[in-house]
């Protein structure tokens, strides 16, 4: 099993950036997409961005030459940095990984972190 845990949320004005990072755990795993997907209040979860293991990169097109998704493969770690916020960008941001783990594949997904942007 691997856990995923987010953290660096928070409020920030419009126009504004913040860092997520999402920190994988577990033993025996290898990870080939992480991913980000938010959920803003009454809608559905949307894609936000992904990362491979090869680094290729895939955006949103609302975030696109806004946000840069990036991974430590060292420290089982993937980054959002999220710049120039929108209050449209409220909502709680979670972290994805496919993967595989002991012969099995996984598809793990994190608690979830709030970004509010204010006006």
């Known amino acids: 099993q691997v856990q995923l845990v987010e953290s660096g949320g928070g409020l920030v004005q419009a126009g504004g950036s913040l860092r997520l990072s999402c920190l994988a755990s577990?033993?025996?795993?290898?990870?080939?997409?992480m991913a980000w997907y938010r959920q803003a209040p009454g809608k559905q979860r949307a894609f936000v961005a992904a990362?491979?293991?090869?680094?290729?990169?895939n955006y949103a097109d609302s975030v696109k030459g806004r946000f840069t998704i990036s991974r430590d493969n060292a420290k089982n770690t993937v980054y959002l940095q999220a710049n120039t916020l929108k209050p449209e960008d409220t909502a709680v941001y979670y972290c994805?990984?496919?993967?595989?783990?002991?012969?099995?594949?996984?598809?793990?997904w994190g608690q979830g972190t709030q970004v509010t942007v204010s006006s």
């Open positions: 994805n990984a496919l993967g595989r783990a002991s012969g099995s594949a996984f598809d793990s």
């Open positions: 990362v491979t293991s090869g680094d290729s990169t």
């Open positions: 577990g033993s025996g795993f290898v990870i080939n997409t």
